[in-house]
T-cell receptor
Framework: GAVVSQHPSRVICKSGTSVKIECRSL??????MFWYRQFPKQSLMLMAT?????????EQGVEKDKFLINHASLTLSTLTVTSAHPEDSSFYIC???????????FGPGTRLTVL | DQQVKQNSPSLSVQEGRISILNCDYT??????FLWYKKYPAEGPTFLIS?????DKNEDGRFTVFLNKSAKHLSLHIVPSQPGDSAVYFC???????????FGKGTSLLVTP
């Protein structure tokens, strides 16, 4: 299957700082990338959908000014958690999909801990 | 509002026997269904899928059954192996939108 990487795999930061998470599709062109968040014992919750070269579409309840998404190329999307707070601590997972394909390929996830 | 529901948070099965994981959905617009397997601290891995025009799809030890009238699907693993122990997520999609709606997952434990 296709490979999607995420960096960093784990990050610990102080409250009030910003954290950037990268998601890369390594062997295919990702026309659409998705960002999910998973809290302990909860499901994967879709945060936003981004198409290359256009603004991301955020799910209800997700603050677009807090979770900045940039999908600048067909292989890279970034999620920036601005002014992070302890309640933002979670497991963030990205996925990528090629054109005209339903199946999404997931990255390994990023564990964010905000102190 | 959870549109995809996995009502069993955990399941324990003996090695060699059948594992049956269930999933219900509420949105009749869903027309594509997927199962993902997930280990702790890793991203989900695609397992098997089925479109709404079918009622069964088989891939080796894994079979997915879809009952559209009941808005229910199930994943059968036979024979179960200890390496199958993981969290299994059911997901559904409206093809035109492609975004996946996930259930909360079922943690499967296959004991030797």
């Amino acid at each position: 299957g296709a490979v999607v990487s995420q960096h960093p795999s784990r990050v610990i930061c102080k409250s009030g700082t910003s954290v950037k998470i990268e998601c890369r599709s390594l062997d295919f062109q990702a026309t659409t990338m998705f960002w999910y968040r998973q809290f302990p014992k909860q499901s994967l919750m879709l945060m936003a959908t981004s198409n290359e070269g256009s603004k991301a579409t955020y799910e209800q309840g997700v603050e677009k000014d807090k979770f900045l998404i940039n999908h600048a190329s067909l292989t890279l999307s970034t999620l920036t958690v601005t002014s992070a707070h302890p309640e933002d601590s979670s497991f963030y997972i990205c996925s990528a999909r090629g054109e005209a394909v339903v199946q999404q390929f997931f990255g390994p996830g990023t564990r964010l801990t905000v102190l | 509002d959870q549109q995809v529901k996995q009502n069993s948070p955990s399941l324990s099965v003996q090695e060699g026997r059948i594992s049956i994981l269930n999933c219900d959905y509420t949105n009749s617009m869903f027309d594509y269904f997927l199962w993902y397997k997930k280990y702790p601290a890793e991203g989900p891995t695609f397992l098997i899928s089925i479109s709404s025009i079918k009622d069964k799809n088989e891939d080796g030890r894994f079979t997915v059954f879809l009952n559209k009238s009941a808005k229910h699907l199930s994943l059968h693993i036979v024979p179960s192996q200890p390496g199958d122990s993981a969290v299994y997520f059911c997901a559904a999609s409206i093809i035109s939108g492609y975004a996946l709606n996930f259930g909360k997952g079922t943690s499967l434990l296959v004991t030797p």
